[in-house]
């Protein structure tokens, strides 16, 4: 099993829609980290979060340590918020979930 | 202010070859961190350095090695080449000031495709 999971791991949705995607952890962290990544492989930082939640125009990243979960949420899709988007948590070093593949349709 | 720069961003090996990657942190950032991606995954840890030394490492084979020089820039080496060596490599810089607090700025890779 691995150590960070996410669901789903493809998302089709329509513009304008809400959507959510989740991240399990099974290991002690300090924190989380969203990350996107558009084809061709360069990747953005999101969020980085210990606690609580965090807002960012459209997107907001929520955390809870105990459950050892976390969800990005993006409000009003769009077809450019399409790529990947990876949760990824940090101890000493980050560990990587697979990803889950966005795609927006206009 | 650059962030991280890697290069190159493309590159085609033969099995068997060797091949040096580059990574040049971000202005201020003294830590990097190598990953490798294959194709329709998430990064995995290779290594990291800090103070021009092998701090951490991943799961990989004894054929990566890494180097990091006086300027905090960074080279990872592959000897001998696999097929499966072949995906986008990803260098990530920090500083333990930030690291904790901000993560790490991601470059935006080099694809190795090993034929």
């Known amino acids: 099993k691995n150590e960070v999971e996410q669901s789903p791991q493809n998302l089709t949705a329509q513009e304008g829609e809400f959507i959510t995607i989740n991240c399990s952890y099974s290991?002690?962290?300090?924190?989380l980290h969203w990350l996107q990544q558009h084809p061709g492989g360069g990747i953005v930082s999101l969020f980085m979060l210990s606690s609580g939640k965090k807002k960012h125009g459209r997107l907001i990243a929520t955390i809870n340590i105990q459950e050892k979960h976390s969800s990005l949420h993006i409000t009003a899709s769009h077809p450019r918020d399409s790529a990947v988007y990876i949760c990824a948590v940090f101890s000493y070093k980050y560990i990587f979930g697979t990803g889950t593949r966005l795609k927006v349709l206009a | 202010d650059a962030g991280v720069t890697q290069s190159p961003t493309h590159l085609i090996k033969t099995r068997g070859q060797q091949v040096t990657l580059r990574c040049s942190p971000k202005?201020?950032?003294?830590?990097v961190s190598w990953y490798q991606q294959a194709l329709g995954q998430g990064p995995q840890f290779i290594f990291q350095y800090y103070e021009e030394e092998e701090r951490q490492r991943g799961n990989f084979p004894d054929r990566f090695s890494g180097h990091q020089f006086p300027n905090y820039s960074s080279e990872l080496n592959v000897n001998a080449l696999l097929l499966g060596d072949s995906a986008l490599y990803l260098c990530?810089?920090?500083?333990?000031?930030?690291?904790?607090?901000?993560?790490?700025?991601f470059g935006s890779g080099t694809r190795l495709t090993v034929v």
């Open positions: 202005s201020g950032h003294d830590t």
């Open positions: 990530a810089s920090s500083s333990p000031q930030t690291g904790s607090n901000y993560g790490y700025t």
């Open positions: 290991v002690g962290i300090s924190a």
